[in-house]
């Protein structure tokens, strides 16, 4: 069983535009949603994170949109760089427990000139 | 200040020899993750240690795999008679332990391959 689903699986946006990247989970004791960016032959590094308590979360170009109700979250790079392209990932934890991290799979994204 | 370092960075083995991956966390770092990646995958959570205990296994296989994170030295995931399903990504993460939203820092990982 799946507990965070993640799409688009793979992703090519213009230099300039918007990439959006979307995730829904199950488990609603999870309480801590942070985005990882994870670079060819590298591990994967964290970009920005959100709490269920805010709708939304920007930091620079990136933001995560919150929808407690629906399950959802995504993150929109707005102005998309071909530095950005990478494998994004999506992931949740919980506060009981030993705060592992459950990912989705992951969305390969290709910013073009 | 060095991040999380992992070695070997590539493994290769032949079925049924056995695969030794070392950990060291970010200084200062007392909590240490292991997941695994397999192709096309999302990371899988595997074990979380700290310092002489194994805190949480629910993501190890019963068999053939260990853990441990000593008092001195780095943290050792341990693949007995590897099968070619263990090929994949090993990574570890370290975190300063402070709870749920604490940032876990991975390192490059291994990439194991079984021939």
């Known amino acids: 069983q799946q507990q965070v689903k993640q799409s688009p699986q793979s992703l090519i946006v213009q230099k300039g535009g918007i990439s959006i990247i979307n995730c829904a989970y199950e488990n609603t004791a999870f309480d801590y949603f942070p985005w990882y960016q994870q670079f060819p032959g590298k591990g994967p590094a964290l970009l920005i994170a959100?709490?269920?308590?805010?709708s939304e979360k920007k930091e620079g170009r990136f933001t995560i949109s919150f929808n407690k109700s629906a399950k959802q979250f995504s993150l929109h790079i707005m102005d998309s760089q071909p530095g950005d392209s990478a494998t994004y990932f999506c992931a949740a934890s919980m506060r009981a427990g030993s705060y592992q991290l459950t990912f989705g799979k992951g969305t390969k994204l290709s910013v073009i000139p | 200040n060095a991040g999380v370092m992992q070695n070997p960075r590539h493994l290769v083995r032949r079925r049924g020899q056995e695969a030794r991956l070392r950990c060291s966390p970010m200084?200062?770092?007392?909590?240490v993750y292991w997941y695994r990646q397999l192709p096309e995958e999302g990371l899988k959570f595997m074990v979380y240690?700290?310092?002489?205990?194994?805190?949480?296994e629910s993501g190890m296989p019963k068999e053939r795999f260990s853990a441990e994170f000593p008092k001195e030295g780095p943290s050792i995931l341990r693949i007995q008679q590897v099968v070619r399903g263990d090929s994949a990504a090993y990574f570890c993460?370290?975190?300063?332990?402070?709870?749920?939203?604490?940032?876990?820092?991975f390192g490059p990982g291994t990439r194991l391959t079984v021939l």
């Open positions: 959100i709490r269920p308590d805010v």
């Open positions: 200084k200062g770092h007392s909590h």
């Open positions: 240690l700290q310092k002489e205990n194994i805190i949480d």
């Open positions: 993460a370290s975190s300063q332990g402070f709870g749920y939203t604490d940032t876990q820092y």
